[in-house]
């Protein structure tokens, strides 16, 4: 350890009831995540519980040292990394406090597929599903505002969060829920200053905010300040959740649960070539589905080679898929929106082959496996390029996603690059992975020019 590691382990010894680590090899493994970047921290902490962590903020805000919180390290944008200290909340604070008749109080470091099965025996599930469900945490959804394939229908975390316990940089623990927005001046407490100041600062700012942050299905552009402030409340945690730990670490969460859909559908559609499959998106999103992903066909040759089951149902020559689901108030109502999918999809295209429906809890999410278990599969890809996560997440109006593909697209072609593409078309987001040689100062140049052009299309 050199001396500034020395003297943090040294004062937080006492006190800090987690481990810190300051060694060659912390450093290492958390000096990258699922991103590209890699930034070697000064060191890292596992806290056991929230005075660990108001611990650790009161520490760094007096000697000036970043805090960096991690969930899983899942996150394709660097936002995990740092030369500060990284916070690992994934290790002691897993604890699903309890779980009330529509609510879920849980700690940051809970997993959300293990929330989900908790929650299960009670008919309920945590309803944003992030492709990476199975090791994503809590506290890193909220950080990200994660959503998922179901966005279209169930929003994404900030609609689903009723309170959220933050430790604030000088360390001081809020409960952060729906507060009465006060306009007069001398509240007592920390939370009533901090609403008291938030709310001057968006009502005085509201026309600006509607002009620049246009309301869509995703939007993930900077704070999120639309909505936060109504006539008579000020909603903090829809201003939280997405920030990525730069206005508060989140510790706990209270959670709004859904019931499991009792009647749910869902249908694999494949085609001759992706432009088809693009073309069939707009007839089909026209009939509100819960869920619409689009899959190009990198994503389904990987499941044809990750399950025997898939390789069944999906011809070689199969250019893309189109994955959608439906829910409804019965069965047979269920049936017929399917039905009426496969419908609309043969009038765009009549070579379009239906590969499986599925009715039953279990065959649902069997077809629902093919997205969540094969999109991690590419970034395991080897070869001299391989699909990397740059542009990975842009999210369009999806009226205009047909138009944004089709100009992307072109982009790729001027760079002479592939990219393979999974989008959640219903809600307009969508997943680049472009084929490219190991990143370095040499090829840096080409990767952002590439960047900024699909930025460019997207604004």
């Not at 929230?50 to 970043?66: G, Q």
């Not at 250019?319 to 419908?343: C, F, H, N, P, W």
């Not at 599969?377 to 990975?392: A, H, K, N, Q, W």
Request: include cysteine.
């Amino acid at each position: 350890m050199d001396e500034q590691q020395q003297r943090i382990a040294e004062d937080l010894g006492g006190e800090f009831q987690g481990e810190l680590r300051f060694d060659a090899v912390a450093q290492e493994i958390y000096a990258s995540d699922a991103s590209l970047y890699q930034i070697k921290p000064l060191g890292v902490a596992f806290p056991k519980h929230r005075e660990d962590v108001a611990l650790l903020a009161r520490y760094s805000n007096e000697f000036d040292i970043p805090l960096i919180a991690r969930g899983a390290g899942s996150g394709v944008a660097g936002g995990s990394l740092g030369r500060g200290v990284i916070i690992d909340f994934s290790r002691h604070m897993t604890d699903v406090k309890s779980i009330g008749s529509d609510t879920v109080r849980v700690e940051a470091g809970v997993v959300r597929e293990h929330l989900n099965r908790k929650l299960k025996a009670h008919g309920r599930y945590f309803a944003p599903d992030p492709s990476n469900s199975s090791v994503t945490t809590v506290g890193g959804m909220l950080a990200v505002d994660a959503a998922g394939s179901h966005a279209v229908q169930v929003g994404s975390c900030r609609d689903h969060v009723k309170e959220i316990e933050t430790v604030l940089a000088d360390g001081t623990i809020i409960n952060a829920g729906l507060h009465a927005s006060p306009m007069q001046i001398g509240l007592p407490g920390r939370s009533n200053e901090l609403v008291h100041e938030l709310a001057q600062l968006l009502a005085k700012h509201e026309l600006l905010i509607r002009e620049k942050q246009p309301p869509m299905i995703r939007n993930s552009s900077g704070y999120h300040l639309r909505s936060v402030l109504t006539t008579s409340n000020l909603n903090l945690p829809r201003l939280l959740v997405g920030s990525e730990g730069t206005l508060g670490l989140f510790t706990e969460a209270t959670l709004h649960t859904t019931p499991i859909p009792a009647h749910r559908g869902a249908v694999l559609l494949l085609f001759g070539d992706l432009e088809r499959a693009i073309n069939a998106v707009n007839a089909i999103t026209s009939l509100q589905p819960s869920a619409c992903d689009l899959l190009d066909r990198r994503i389904i040759s990987l499941a044809r080679e990750a399950d025997q089951r898939f390789e069944e149902l999906i011809p070689r020559n199969s250019e893309a898929a189109i994955l959608v689901e439906q829910t409804g108030y019965s069965d047979r109502q269920v049936q017929d929106r399917i039905k009426e999918l496969i419908v609309h999809a043969r009038r765009s295209d009549s070579t379009v082959l239906v590969a499986a429906t599925a009715y039953t809890f279990e065959e649902v999410e069997f077809l629902w496996s093919l997205p969540y278990r094969v999109v991690p599969l590419l970034s395991r890809m080897m070869g001299d390029t391989r699909p990397l996560p740059i542009v990975e997440d842009i999210a369009v109006p999806p009226k205009v996603l047909h138009e944004f593909l089709t100009k992307a697209q072109r982009v790729f072609q001027r760079h002479w690059i592939t990219a393979s593409l999974y989008a959640h078309a219903a809600s307009g987001q969508v997943h680049f992975r472009p084929f490219l040689p190991t990143p370095t100062l040499e090829n840096a140049t080409k990767m952002e020019s590439l960047s900024r052009e699909l930025y460019e299309v997207a604004v």
